[in-house]
């Protein structure tokens, strides 16, 4: 049977290469994403770079006014919180792309590329936020955006802390703020409600001291954030890693592979991991797929230990941080 | 008022998140930086939650004690003024 979409795709392809001589259009440019194919003919929705949905009042006005000039008058808010503006003639694509060039915008990547990272708002106002996730998110969209991987798609998202509302567990690479809490003895009052605080109960009082359980410790910060003398402190700062999630048809769910990276570490380890993607991947699988098929330890070994990172080894350092449901069909 | 301490005393034992806070928050508004205001709240959610709030608006709690099934706080009221 002939896939009437495949050959209606060709057929669009050639048309869109005979419009495009005549148009000028980048077709580097256009490959790279942003314009994607909609079920009517000759539409597209034109998704836009928003790094951490962040988006300037004068950028959203600019998407509303493309979205009424070129499209019927609506976006759509993706769940990786970009603006799309659906409906727009492949005709217009040059003139989508020179209004967004005037507030110094772009489109977003599509294909084996690295995706706009998203993050949610971080300590910048939430209460519960530990990092910048608004700040490394912009930083790692400006340094890698795009980036081919020569297999498949490649998503990033920063989580200011554990309660991880931006799902690093299901991206290929996923950064979340983690502190670690240490307790000044000498200034601490016995008040007990650092242990109230914390919901993993990893702190219980012993001789009026609260003593921490690392093991059931999942880095919120909450006993920090409590304490009403500052004797609670903290010690370090920075960000859990997690490799190998993906959601779609058949998810996966992410490995904790090392803790409390640096800025300059979460850099280093996105390099290195797509550099073994590259090199590791088969056909269009992703990276998680990869470390499923060669082993998490050749990752590890490959990857993480070379880069000095302070690892997680062992299931029983991960377990701490989920609690169970379905493991699809293992249990 | 309170027989045994002789102070203010709210009590907020069935109040849920976050309306147990914001009683607390109006009530320390009104006193000067320094004073201090005695607090009934239950266990679980709220003594999860509020004491962490009251640090956040610069309050300060001085004393934590368990009474049965929910807890006496007294706080000290922060220069929250501006």
């Known amino acids: 049977m002939v896939d009437s979409s495949e050959s209606g795709m060709e057929g669009l392809k050639a048309n869109l290469r005979k419009e495009s001589r005549r148009l000028k259009l980048n077709f580097d440019e256009l490959k790279s994403g942003g314009f994607i194919k909609q079920t009517q003919k000759d539409l597209f929705t034109v998704r836009l770079r928003c790094p951490g949905g962040s988006v300037t009042s004068e950028r959203l006005r600019k998407a509303s006014e493309i979205a009424e000039k070129y499209g019927r008058g609506e976006v759509h808010l993706t769940v990786r919180q970009s603006v799309e503006i ?22 977003a990547s599509c294909g084996a590329r690295v995706r706009v990272p998203t993050a949610c708002a971080g300590c910048s106002y939430n209460p519960n936020g530990l990092v910048d996730t608004q700040g490394l998110c912009a930083e790692v969209d400006r340094r890698y955006f795009g980036t081919p991987t020569g297999h498949h798609k490649f998503k990033i998202s920063f989580s ?6 931006f799902r690093t567990r299901d991206m290929d690479l996923g950064f979340q703020g983690v502190v670690e809490p240490a307790l000044a003895e000498d ?5 007990t ?9 990893s702190l219980r009082m012993v001789d009026d001291l609260p003593v921490r359980d690392k093991n059931r410790c999942v880095g919120c910060g909450d006993c920090v954030k409590v304490c009403p003398v500052d004797a609670m402190k903290v010690a370090r700062r920075g960000w859990l890693a997690r490799v190998g999630g993906r959601h779609g048809k058949h998810p996966l769910f992410a ?7 640096t800025d300059d570490q979460v850099y280093a380890l996105i390099e290195a991991t797509l550099g073994w993607y590259q090199k590791h991947g088969e056909g269009r699988e992703r990276i998680g797929a ?13 990857v993480v230990r070379p880069l000095g990172l302070e690892t997680v080894e062992t299931a029983a350092e991960r ?3 989920w609690s169970g449901g379905n493991l699809y069909g293992q249990g | 008022m309170d027989r045994a301490s002789g102070r203010d005393v709210l009590d907020l034992r069935g109040v849920l998140c976050p309306t147990n806070f914001v009683h607390i928050k109006l009530k320390l508004e009104d ?14 959610e709220p003594m999860r939650n509020v004491p962490k709030s009251l640090k956040q608006e610069g309050h300060r709690i001085l004393t934590v004690r368990p009474e049965g099934e929910h807890f006496r706080l007294l706080i000290e009221a922060g220069n929250v003024s501006g």
């Open chain 1, 86 to 107: 659906p409906y727009v003639s492949y005709v217009h694509f040059d003139a989508v792309a020179e209004e967004l060039r005037a507030v110094n915008w772009s489109v």
């Open chain 1, 160 to 165: 200011g802390c554990p309660i991880d509302c």
């Open chain 1, 187 to 191: 200034l601490c009052n016995g008040c």
């Open chain 1, 193 to 201: 409600l650092c242990v109230k605080a914390c919901e993993d109960k």
């Open chain 1, 255 to 261: 490995y904790e592979i090392a803790n409390y990276l």
């Open chain 1, 290 to 302: 990869a470390i499923v098929r060669v082993g998490l330890e050749k990752y590890v070994d490959d």
């Open chain 1, 319 to 321: 377990r701490k941080y």
């Open chain 2, 31 to 44: 006193m000067a930086a320094g004073d201090t205001l005695e607090v009934l709240i239950d266990d679980g």
